[in-house]
């Protein structure tokens, strides 16, 4: 049990709080409620180029990581399709820093030319090397806006278009900021050796001062149900043939969540998932498979993408994984398989949140989604999910028409 307090400063920023003192160490967690969801269709990659822009000097500290770094802590951030996440870890008796620098930076960001080059050129070049530089790096870009005609999450978090990032303005940046990063739009999550008390002051003397900003509304466009399946076919020059397969489902909140979460374990809950056990071991069709679902907080996808053996036809490969899903619903599904996939969602879980950085995470996404106690339930909502449960999402969502396919091809093998 992860015991919490919470409260809201006159602002807007939500605050939580969880003392653990086998721990020396504090983690903040800042979590800002935008994410490339957010971002304009002509101008993308806004939201993932501020995961940069915050480490580039806030108004009144011209140097983020250092102070922190000589006070013995550490941090990182990450953008998703919904939200971004900035954390770090500190020594108790250095708290304090952490929260000067984290304030710092959601007052004010340094907003000049020469920070938003810097950053520019980073993020061009992790463009070019997660997505061109690699093998299969362009799978993503052309699969969600197979997926998505409508709604943002049909481009990447990094952006759509190199276009996109090389012409952002540094008014179009500024504009973003105050739009977005404000304390009335973030969550604070303490966890680690830190007294609610001292949490609290703290909280009020660092973040109190700033002011509640306008954030601009959030009116993102439904997409439609997909009535008819999607299908591509590109050509790389890849070790081997690959297939990706996609079907829409419901949002992170929605009452199918777990169960679609189950169903991708009995799929590809490692080497004993079905997907694996059938199409790699037994069948050698693919080298390697695995499904997951996307997690997003609207309605998201289940993605299957497996790497065929050479000399597979991938018509073949793909009618495969459709027969294991089919045969997920028409064979019984034996108590020790459901129980097995259970007790790793939970041994997982469980060792995640021994985590003080997991934690502080973890509390600020379920107080997102409107329940921090969520961090507390988790478990046993999945342990709910019932053979029932699994066959009716399964019967809802994995039909034809509701699936999207790139098969991506190797032109290797022609050589």
Known sequence: MINYKKFILENGLRVLVHEDKSTPLVAINILYDVGSRDEDQTMTGLAHL??????????????????????GGENNAF????????????????????FWLESDRML?????????????????????????NQPYGDATLKMRPLAYKVHPYRWPTIGMD?????????????????????????????????EYDRAYKLTRKW?????????????????????????????????????????????????????????????????????????????????????????????????VQGKLMKGIDIQHADESINEVIIDLQKEEITKDEMEKVKNKFESSTVFSNTSILNKAANLSFCELLGNP??????????????HGMVIEALEKYFIPTNCSTINYMSTRQEK
């Open 108 to 132: 004010q960001l340094d907003f000049s030319q020469k920070n938003l080059e810097t950053q520019r050129n980073v993020v061009i070049e992790e463009f070019n090397q997660r997505y061109f």
């Open 79 to 98: 953008t998703s399709n919904d939200i971004t996440n900035y954390y770090l870890t500190v020594p108790s008796e250095n708290i304090e820093t952490g």
């Open 207 to 303: 973040f109190g001062p700033i002011e509640k900003r306008a954030i601009r509304s959030r009116n993102l466009p439904v997409e439609p149900q997909q009535t008819e399946a999607r299908i591509i076919t590109v050509e790389r020059d890849v070790p081997s043939t690959a297939l990706y397969k996609v079907w829409h489902v419901g949002p992170r909140n929605g009452k199918d969540f777990y169960t679609l979460d189950l169903i991708t374990d009995l799929l590809a809950g490692g080497e004993s998932g079905r997907l694996y056990t059938k199409l790699v071991r037994e069948k050698k069709l693919f080298s390697e498979i695995n499904a997951y679902l996307s997690a997003d907080i609207d309605p998201g996808l289940i993605i």
């Open 50 to 71: 501020f995961e940069h822009l915050m480490f580039g000097g806030s108004l009144n500290i011209p140097d983020y990581d250092t102070p922190l770094q000589l006070v």
């Open 373 to 386: 106690a969520l961090i507390n339930n988790e478990v046993d909502l999945y342990r709910n999910v019932s």
């Open 162 to 194: 190199l276009a996109h990032i090389k012409g952002i303005e540094l008014e179009q940046v500024k504009s973003f900021f105050f739009s977005h990063y404000a304390p009335n739009n973030a969550i604070l999550a303490l966890t680690g050796n830190i």
